[in-house]
């Protein structure tokens, strides 16, 4: 069983900042990439930033600069500092990885439950 927990939403006004973080537990051998979406009221889910298992990263054009995508060590747990919030940032955030139950397994997506964000003008 596997589990990625979300944490660190919450409400901050314009200008603001918060960081999320997501953890992955249960049976895990590898990690490839780890990925930040983003859902707001009425909108589809967006891609916000992804991180390789050797740290490559990429971003949605309207977060560059003001968001980070980082991973710690061990390669289980995704960070998203973000940075000068706006209120279109406001949306659920959703952690997901790409991950191996044991060696030579297929690679399986798992999602977070997702955290609210929350930026008031």
């Known amino acids: 069983q596997v589990q990625l927990v979300e944490s660190g939403g919450g409400l901050v006004q314009a200008g603001g900042s918060l960081r999320l973080s997501c953890a992955a537990s249960g049976t895990i051998f590898s990690i490839n990439t780890m990925r930040w979406y983003r859902q707001a009221p009425g909108k589809q889910r967006e891609l916000v930033a992804s991180?390789?298992?050797?740290?490559?990263?990429n971003y949605v054009d309207s977060v560059k600069g003001r968001f980070t995508i980082s991973r710690e060590n061990t390669g289980n747990t995704v960070y998203l500092q973000m940075n000068s919030l706006k209120p279109e940032d406001t949306a659920v955030y959703y952690c997901?990885?790409?991950?191996?139950?044991?060696?030579?397994?297929?690679?399986?997506?798992?999602w977070g439950q997702g955290t609210q964000v929350t930026v008031s003008s």
């Open positions: 991180i390789t298992s050797v740290g490559d990263t």
């Open positions: 997901n990885a790409d991950l191996t139950y044991y060696s030579g397994s297929s690679t399986f997506r798992h």
